[in-house]
């Protein structure tokens, strides 16, 4: 059944080992891979637990931890919580995760307990916000970041495992030396007044990868976070392709179901989308349109890149695709498929949607 989700485990597998070389090799660092954007499918998890290189597993979702925390027990590696976890997860929390991302004392007290409840010690890496704003303790509040540590480290049932810090996800702010380096002193500071040692300074995701590249990585970053340039092989700071990695391990394969020429522009009065935006057309003359049985519900059409490159996507509703095939040198007739490479927010919708099937290839 279309549309696929096509998922190739060998070019995924090979990707993973290049970015371990420039992570681990070139840039001194242990790797997480993150399995968030896949829903923490279960093959794919096979194969990231199998990979030697890999040294935890990531998700942002702790029901995601829980369906695999089976193949990484066995495998000596271990999970990672990413969102800093809700009051109302804190038991799964403590019995899935080995290690999770925190920034309210609250939740790390809530932990604590539960840790003791379990007869556990949970890890907990300390949050500090950069400037990108999303999580993690503002890091001009010094004082602050000081004393939550401090707490932390008193506590019983938790080991404060690390500090770390996420950039370019909210205010799309870019990782460099200079704001990583404000980490790394902050760190630096933690350790010097606490006597101890933090295992674990990770220095953001796959936008942080580039700065390895230019030996622009602060020595005491020691972690990072992977997952869109396992998946799709760019480094998401500038966009650039890793060396080593392909683009193509995920592609979408879709069906049309009509195909006709008709003109470019509707006709009448122009209103509202399906959606509520008032849209824009360019005027083509008369085209030969395809629509294909996938749409907004499954995929993000902006992020869907035909293969053949004299196709056009011209739009999307909720369950269709319009694309516009003029030049294509094929002759399209309605049941053939069109494949697509594939930008994050598609990968993200067409992993998510029970309407796609994913195939292994
Ligand atoms: C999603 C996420 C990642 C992975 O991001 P990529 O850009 O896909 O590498 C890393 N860290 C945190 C905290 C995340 O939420």
Not at 58 to 65: G, P
């Amino acid at each position: 059944m279309y549309p696929k989700l096509l998922i190739d485990l060998k070019k995924l597998r090979e990707n993973i080992d290049a970015v371990a070389k420039i992570t681990k090799d070139d840039g001194g660092c242990t790797m997480m891979i993150v399995t968030k954007c896949l829903c923490a499918n279960r093959e794919v998890a096979k194969m990231i637990t199998d990979h030697p290189r890999v040294d935890f597993l990531a998700d942002s979702r702790i029901e995601n931890i829980k369906k695999y925390q089976d193949l990484v027990e066995v495998s000596g590696k271990q999970s990672v919580l990413l969102r800093l976890p809700m009051m109302s997860e804190i038991e799964d929390v403590v019995k899935y995760a080995d290690i999770s991302f925190n920034s309210e004392l609250a939740t790390i007290e809530a932990l604590d307990q539960e840790a003791a409840k379990q007869g556990k010690t949970h890890k907990v890496v300390l949050m500090v916000d950069l400037g990108d704003l999303r999580e993690g303790i503002f890091f001009r509040n010094k004082e602050e970041i000081l004393e939550t540590a401090a707490k932390i480290h008193a506590m019983k049932n938790v080991e404060l495992y690390g500090m770390g810090t996420n950039l370019t996800c909210y205010g799309a702010i870019i990782p460099k030396y200079d704001n990583l380096s404000v980490l790394c002193d902050i760190a630096g500071k933690v350790e010097e007044k606490l006597g101890i040692q933090l295992q674990m300074i990770s220095g953001g995701n796959s936008s942080s990868i580039y700065l390895v590249g230019e030996g622009q990585l602060p020595e005491k970053i020691n972690n990072l976070r992977l997952g869109e340039s396992f998946l799709l092989g760019n480094d998401t700071a500038y966009g650039a392709d890793l060396p080593g990695t392909v683009g193509d391990g995920l592609l979408c394969e879709a069906q049309i179901v009509e195909l006709k020429t008709k003109p470019s522009l509707p006709i009448g009065e122009v209103g509202v989308d399906a959606f509520g935006q008032k849209p824009y057309y360019e005027d083509r003359g008369e085209i030969k349109r395809a629509i294909l049985a996938i749409g907004q519900q499954d995929t993000d059409r902006g992020g869907m890149i035909p293969l053949d490159e004299k196709v056009d996507v011209l739009g999307a509703s909720s369950d269709h695709l319009i694309l516009d095939v003029t030049k294509s040198d094929r002759e399209y007739k309605v049941g053939d498929t069109v494949q697509f490479t594939l930008e994050y927010g598609a990968v993200l919708r067409l992993a998510t949607s029970e309407y796609v099937t994913k195939e292994f290839i």
